[in-house]
Every structure is written in structure tokens, then in C-alpha cells.
């Protein structure tokens, strides 16, 4: 692991998702995230 990050919530948007929710998940969780995200789990910029 890269010594620069602290925690992996700085490196990975899915920490944060999963962290905010308290590790509970189901697939209509999944699919509503992944619709948000564009079909695309790697995109990053939800503003555009």
C-alpha cells in the first residue's frame, strides 16, 4: 500500500459507499449505485 494514503477511504470511492450504508448490501443496492454511476463502476464524476 502507497505510504501517502491514510486510509483506503482517500483511494477508493467504495469505501465511502460501503461505510456510509454500515456494510450492508443487496443487489438493488448494487444495481441503483452502478444506474447512478452510469453503468460504469469506475467512473468517478457523477456531475456530468
Do not use: I
Amino acid at each position: 500500500m502507497d505510504k501517502n494514503v491514510k486510509n483506503a477511504a482517500d483511494e477508493y470511492r467504495g469505501v465511502d459507499v460501503n461505510v456510509s450504508d454500515n456494510d450492508k448490501v443487496n443487489a438493488e443496492l448494487v444495481k441503483e449505485e452502478t444506474a447512478a454511476l452510469n453503468n460504469n463502476p469506475r467512473d468517478n464524476n457523477l456531475d456530468e
